[in-house]
């Protein structure tokens, strides 16, 4: 197993859009309609999925997959993940422009949890992203928020979902898995309706294509190149009876201890499948504690994990995360790991 997830804290190049929107045979009139719609589609997506700069001329990071063999097992990687992917983007400036939907709300630093977009980090070599999602204003499309702040009101997850198949298809030898979670606290519903928009989404002919298609296990790095796996942190209980597919793990968010250091959730019963999970993000020490003593507390109980990971379980899943938050002297601190930091973990 070495799968260890460390969610750290941690003009789109629209030249080969024909490669996702074309089809063999095409008009060339119809595949320039193609192109232009994708391309209108990871533009609107651009707030979230950032700049496409390709990859280093000195860090071979775009396609570190390429070299690994087909069958090594997903759970025994080590995958450098994002947590709040989302957030890279998010600003003083864009929180005043969005009061009118979310209210007034705490300084913008406290809910930015990365500096490099989605595309970005991709480039980067990460490969495993925390995709938080909610109704947009209007209860019509889905967003992305960081707990109340919404992040970019114009952006679906449509949008976010294409801009990830189009990355993927310059970057067929790799995966990633995408962590997709229900943000509660944001004042919209969570109702049949959108339950059935996101389950549409992913059973698409196109989603298909670009979604690993097995159920209860992540199986290995040949069945998943090319592909997006699902961590699904999010019920599917409103669901129509028809609508029965089930892709990735499901990590049920009823089990998911709130601020656990040593969760342990199962998620395959029948073949024995469990997630060891460090979701360790709010200090338990005194509030009149020092930065240092805060981060040392988090650190200690990263590495404790991390370190289990290499010792136990080892065809099991283990997902540490990297960040935390705390409020030391009234000011928020929400430690951010640059681009250039190792992964520090085995999954998340």
């Given at each position: 197993?070495?799968?260890?997830?460390?969610l750290g804290?941690?003009?789109?190049?629209l030249?080969?859009?024909?490669?996702?929107?074309?089809?063999p045979?095409?008009?060339?009139?119809?595949?320039?309609?193609s192109q232009?719609?994708?391309?209108d589609?990871l533009?609107?997506?651009?707030p979230?999925?950032g700049?496409d700069d390709?990859?280093?001329?000195?860090?071979?990071?775009?396609d570190?997959?390429?070299?690994?063999?087909?069958?090594t097992?997903?759970?025994?990687?080590?995958?450098?993940?994002t947590?709040?992917?989302s957030?890279?983007?998010?600003?003083a400036?864009?929180?005043?422009?969005?009061?009118?939907y979310?209210?007034p709300?705490?300084?913008?630093?406290i809910f930015?949890?990365?500096?490099?977009?989605?595309l970005q980090?991709?480039?980067?070599?990460?490969?495993?992203?925390d995709?938080?999602?909610?109704?947009?204003?209007?209860?019509d499309?889905?967003?992305?928020?960081?707990?109340?702040?919404?992040?970019?009101p114009t952006?679906?997850?449509?949008?976010v979902?294409?801009?990830?198949?189009?990355?993927?298809?310059?970057h067929p030898t790799e995966?990633v898995?995408?962590?997709?979670?229900?943000?509660?606290g944001t004042?919209?519903?969570y109702d049949a309706?959108?339950q059935?928009?996101?389950?549409d989404?992913?059973?698409?002919d196109i989603g298909?294509?670009?979604?690993v298609?097995t159920?209860?296990s992540l199986?290995?790095?040949?069945?998943?190149?090319g592909?997006?796996?699902?961590?699904?942190?999010?019920?599917?209980?409103?669901?129509p009876?028809y609508?029965t597919?089930?892709i990735?793990i499901?990590?049920?968010?009823g089990?998911w201890t709130?601020?656990?250091?040593s969760?342990?959730?199962?998620y395959?019963v029948?073949?024995?499948?469990?997630?060891f999970?460090e979701?360790?993000y709010?200090s338990?020490?005194p509030?009149?504690s020092?930065?240092?003593?805060?981060i040392?507390?988090k650190?200690?109980v990263?590495?404790?994990?991390l370190?289990?990971?290499?010792?136990?379980?080892?065809?099991?899943?283990?997902?540490s995360?990297?960040?935390?938050?705390?409020?030391?002297?009234?000011?928020g601190m929400t430690?951010?790991f640059?681009?250039?930091?190792?992964?520090?973990?085995?999954?998340?």
């Open positions: 197993m070495f799968f260890h997830l460390e804290a941690l003009f789109l190049s030249s080969p859009l024909s490669s996702l929107a074309a089809l045979g095409d008009h060339p009139s119809q595949t320039a309609l232009a719609a994708l391309s589609i533009l609107r997506g651009l979230i999925l700049p390709g990859c280093s001329k000195t860090l071979n990071t775009c570190w997959m390429a070299k690994i063999p087909d069958d097992p997903l759970v025994r990687m080590n995958l450098p993940g947590h709040d992917t957030t890279w983007n998010y600003s400036t864009t929180q005043a422009s969005l009061t009118r979310t209210g709300l705490p300084s913008a630093d930015r949890c990365q500096e490099r977009s989605l980090s991709l480039n980067d070599g990460i490969r495993v992203f995709l938080r999602f909610a109704y947009n204003p209007g209860n499309t889905i967003g992305f928020y960081h707990s109340a702040a919404l992040l970019a952006t679906t997850m449509t949008d979902f294409f801009g990830l198949y189009q990355w993927l298809n310059k995966a898995l995408v962590s997709i979670n229900h943000e509660g004042g919209t519903p309706k959108i059935e928009m996101v389950y989404l992913i059973n698409s298909k294509r670009y979604w298609q159920s209860g199986g290995t790095l040949g069945q998943a190149r592909k997006l796996a699902l961590l699904q942190r999010f019920t599917f209980d409103l669901l009876a609508k597919n089930r990735g499901q990590l049920d968010p089990h709130d601020n656990g250091k969760i342990e959730l199962v395959n029948d073949k024995g499948l469990t997630a999970i979701d360790y709010a338990s020490l509030l009149t020092t930065p240092s003593q805060f040392e507390d650190f200690n990263t590495t404790a994990h370190g289990n990971a290499t010792l136990f379980n080892h065809d099991q899943l283990y997902i995360f990297a960040s935390a938050a705390a409020i030391v002297g009234g000011v430690p951010r640059p681009s250039s930091a190792p992964p520090t973990s085995r999954l998340l």
